[in-house]
């Protein structure tokens, strides 16, 4: 079992249309979380970070939940430009040692 | 944030030759990792550069295959020897400003896409 799974999709999503998918964990022990955008041929980039009591940053909406041991990522109103794929990383340890899952592709159409 | 660059950028090998990959950071960072990641695939941690010291490699990575050097704080190489086609990638520099938070930011190079013909 991978350690950090996605549901690769793609997730082909209207133009202003909400769409939220999942990341799951197998390390009960992992301290933190994140979502990163790739765009096509470039690196990674910190989308934000996930915190226990869920967070909001304008459209995006993140969550956590350790029970179930896995991540959630919502975007509102989606706009072309959202279309990427979205990497859930979670970091295993304190002081590095972050974990990638494969991604989940994000297509947004007219 | 910090500013990671990479060179190559790009470049096309041929097998049984090597490569030499610089990364260069403006600031001086604690923590530098080195990533590959393969056609259709997420990234896999090849290894943490360590300052002054051998690299620490993960599972399936060793220091033959891939030699790396932290002369200092801001600045990293990654070799890979002895090419075959399946070390056709891209690698990734990246480094961790603030290890000690548990919401340290990961930032990366922009890549060194590396074709293996």
């Known amino acids: 079992r991978k350690e950090v799974e996605q549901d690769p999709g793609p997730f082909n999503v209207p133009e202003g249309a909400t769409v939220a998918f999942n990341c799951t964990y197998s390390n009960s022990a992992s301290q933190s979380f994140f979502w990163y955008r790739q765009d096509c041929r470039k690196e990674p980039k910190l989308l934000m970070s996930v915190y226990s009591s869920g967070n909001e940053d304008g459209r995006f909406t993140a969550q956590l939940n350790r029970a179930s041991q896995y991540i959630s990522l919502l975007i509102r109103d989606s706009k072309l430009s959202d279309s990427a794929t979205y990497l859930c990383?979670?970091?295993?340890?304190?002081?590095?040692?972050?974990?990638f899952g494969a991604g989940t592709q994000v297509v947004v159409t007219p | 944030s910090a500013v990671i660059s990479q060179k190559p950028s790009r470049d096309i090998c041929q097998r049984g030759t090597s490569l030499t990959i610089q990364c260069q950071v403006d600031s001086q960072v604690t923590m530098m990792f080195w990533y590959r990641q393969q056609p259709g695939q997420s990234l896999t941690l090849i290894a943490t550069a360590n300052q002054g010291s051998e690299a620490t490699y993960e599972s399936g990575f060793v220091i033959d295959k891939f030699p790396i050097s932290r002369p200092n704080l801001t600045f990293s190489t990654l070799t890979v020897s002895n090419m075959s086609p399946e070390d056709s990638s891209i690698y990734l520099c990246?480094?961790?400003?603030?290890?000690?938070?548990?919401?340290?930011?990961?930032?990366f190079g922009e890549g060194s896409r590396l074709t293996v013909l």
């Open positions: 990383v979670v970091n295993k340890f304190n002081r590095g040692k972050f974990q």
């Open positions: 990246s480094v961790v400003e603030q290890p000690e938070a548990n919401t340290g930011e990961l930032f």
